[in-house]
């Protein structure tokens, strides 16, 4: 095995500085609080070193009477630095002097007219750090898209996240450089990030295997892991040489070294040191010491290595890796292997034996599942809890459905409220289920989505119940008509309109104004909850007949009706608007009419004219005499008349 360190690996300028400028205020200030304001550098190790000499990391400067607050490597908004400096707070500025110098730039660009863009991740703490310099109004962008959507600008000043890799800061900057008519670009990538991502990269080129230290979530770390994965197969980022895995990289031939801008040298060296100062006995020893022993019915944390769609391969810190064929994987035939895990994955798994024949342990994430699942489900039996179920097909009686990785039985008479004909469209669907039979011992496992139905309705109806007022205009549907009235489900509880307040006008039967089915806007007319009874009116939400016909109508207008009434004195009219008006036995005729019925019969339809409207008590007096007296010949004057001078001088 061949190790090769990049070149220009490990601390930069700016947090070297840093360190050593933390570590000297730490030993000069022993009797005074020393605060650095969130972590010095993106390094877990060495933040726990500077811990233990003194150094308290806090995330806001709110509670702070006194002491020495220290800015970290990355720097910090304009503001949060003013307002450490009015609390009259000691200021350490540890800010590398690299991002200090982007501060300035973007400041004094800002000042002059231009709008600033940074190219760079908006949550990176030191791109927060630069926005707080130009009044927190850059426009940030990672991605080409961002880019491209960015509006336009007479004057634009660009800069670059310190840590970013130089081919994306010139295909990003490329395009905002259409985005202005003057645009100023400056690369404020560190001249160190740039020399350790082309080492890195040359590096990576040529060995089997390269390992990348730093700290997880250190910015220029994972750009190099990034790099390092677009030339080489096998790249591992670790923290510590404990982190090695060295039954792995025990394959190698040749492996690569390079570490981020927050790693110290003695990490670097203690990585270095585990590969290349022992021998191979000693290696294999060391190997030999970290794996686990393991035996059948062991419940294991493995990382997967790769994934097939028959398989998934799983690393077990075992001298055999360990394989979950897609039978041991789910209960669910139809579950890709893929869609639940990629490689990097960490997994509990069941060991269902050590020699599959071929040398790999046997795993199982299904028998895994199923023992956990059956406690769960056994605490959500007892906590009586809603759960969610997988239908996996219907069978005799029923749904058989997966939850937790363990089959269980939905009877039919429990999916639904509703009477449910071909269970098959259920296949595939998610339900909401509770378990109504639980038997850990007989794996019985009985659910129920119905209940969850139930439950949710009966909260429905609370709410819809604590929802009603008299007058309140809510939408319904018609369940079913009878004699007296309509029923109307207005949200999982029946109201009944009575036939008298469907319509304006009388009717003989509900069917005449509504069917089932019909959705209908109706008002509250009185409810009593003690008695689940609720009054409904329709015609409540509709116009009233009488104040249609004042709007339409007036004396002399001529309307069609029919006759719904005969009296003696009279025959009442129903016209157009639904309103009843009165034709007097004397107004039926210019004949004599002895009685209404000589000459008018129930459901004849009469053309009338309306000769009085009394808005006071809403009458309307009708005529068809009237009408027969327009049709008389009208007088002379309203005649055309063809007399000549002859004919006047005969009649004198």
Request: hydrophobic residues 35%; proline residues 3%.
């Amino acid at each position: 095995m061949k190790i090769y360190i990049a070149e220009h690996a490990g601390y930069c300028f700016g947090v070297k500085r840093a360190v050593e400028m933390a570590e000297k205020i730490l030993e000069e200030s022993v009797d005074m609080p020393i605060y650095s304001l969130g972590p010095l550098i993106h390094n877990p190790q060495v933040v726990e070193y500077l811990n233990s000499k003194g150094l308290k990391v806090i995330d806001k400067i709110e509670g702070v009477d006194n002491g020495k607050i220290i800015i970290r490597a990355h720097g910090v908004p304009y503001s949060l630095q003013k307002k450490i400096e009015d609390l009259d707070l000691e200021l350490i500025d540890c800010t590398c002097p690299y991002v200090k110098a982007v501060h300035k730039r973007v400041r004094e660009y800002r000042d002059n007219g231009y709008k600033i863009v940074i190219i760079g991740d908006k949550n990176h703490p030191e791109v927060i750090g630069i926005n707080g310099w130009c009044n927190d109004e850059a426009i940030i962008i990672n991605e080409e898209e961002e880019a491209k959507d960015m509006p336009r600008y007479d004057k634009i000043c660009v800069v670059s996240q310190t840590t970013n890799r130089l081919e994306k800061f010139e295909r990003l900057s490329n395009i905002v450089m259409e985005k202005g008519n003057e645009v100023k670009v400056f690369n404020t990538i560190c001249n160190a990030t740039n020399l350790r991502q082309t080492a890195c990269e040359k590096l990576a080129k040529k060995v089997d295997a390269m390992i990348v230290i730093g700290g997880y979530n250190s910015s220029n770390t994972n750009k190099l892991a990034e790099i390092s994965k677009r030339y080489c197969n096998n790249v591992y980022h670790i923290e510590l040489y404990k982190d090695l895995p060295l039954q792995e990289i025990r394959k190698f031939n040749t492996i690569g070294i390079t570490a981020g801008a927050s790693t110290p040298d003695w990490i670097i060296k203690e990585v270095v040191d585990t590969m290349n100062n022992i021998n191979n006995n000693e290696i294999m020893e060391a190997i030999e010491n970290t794996l686990v022993q393991i035996h059948r019915g062991d419940i294991l944390k493995g990382k997967v290595i790769y994934v097939t769609d028959e398989e998934i391969m799983v690393n077990i810190n075992y001298k055999s890796d360990g394989i979950i064929t897609k039978d041991e994987l789910s209960n669910d035939p139809d579950i890709n292997p893929k869609d639940l895990y990629k490689e990097g994955d960490e997994i509990e798994v069941y060991v269902v034996k050590l020699d599959d024949g071929e040398g790999n342990v046997v795993l199982s994430r299904r028998r895994f599942e199923a023992i956990r699942g059956w406690e769960e489900l056994e605490r959500a039996y007892k906590n009586n809890e809603i759960i969610e179920c997988k239908v996996i097909t219907d069978v005799k009686g029923g749904l058989s459905v997966l939850v937790n990785g363990i089959n269980g039985f939905m009877p039919a008479s429990q999916i639904s409220l509703e009477y449910v004909n071909d269970l098959s469209l259920y296949k595939g669907k998610k339900l909401s289920a509770k378990i109504i039979d639980f038997d850990r011992g007989r794996r019985r496992l009985i659910l129920s989505s119905k209940e969850v139905e139930k439950m949710e309705l009966e909260k429905k109806i609370d709410e819809l119940w604590n929802s009603l007022e008299v007058g309140k205009t809510i939408e319904g549907r018609v369940e079913r008509l009878t004699n007296f009235g309509a029923f109307v489900d207005i949200g999982g509880v029946d109201g009944l309109i009575h036939i008298s307040d469907l319509s304006w006008t009388r009717i003989n039967h509900p069917s005449e104004v509504v069917k089932v089915g019909d959705k209908v806007q109706v008002q509250v007319l009185d409810f009593d909850r003690d008695r689940n009874r609720i009054s409904l009116g329709l015609k409540q939400t509709l116009p009233q007949p009488w104040d249609i016909f004042i709007e339409n109508r007036k004396v002399g207008d001529v309307i069609s009706g029919k006759v719904v009434n005969i009296l003696d004195f009279g025959a009442f009219v129903r016209l157009e608007e639904g309103v009843d008006g009165l034709i007097h036995v004397s107004q039926i005729s210019k004949e004599h009419v002895n009685k209404p019925s000589d000459r008018l019969e129930v459901g004849q339809n009469v053309t009338v004219k309306i000769i009085d409207i009394n808005e006071e008590d809403e009458r309307i007096s009708l005529s068809m005499k009237a009408l027969e007296e327009d049709m008389e010949v009208e007088p002379l004057e309203n005649q055309d008349i063809d007399v000549t001078i002859e004919d006047i001088a005969k009649n004198e």
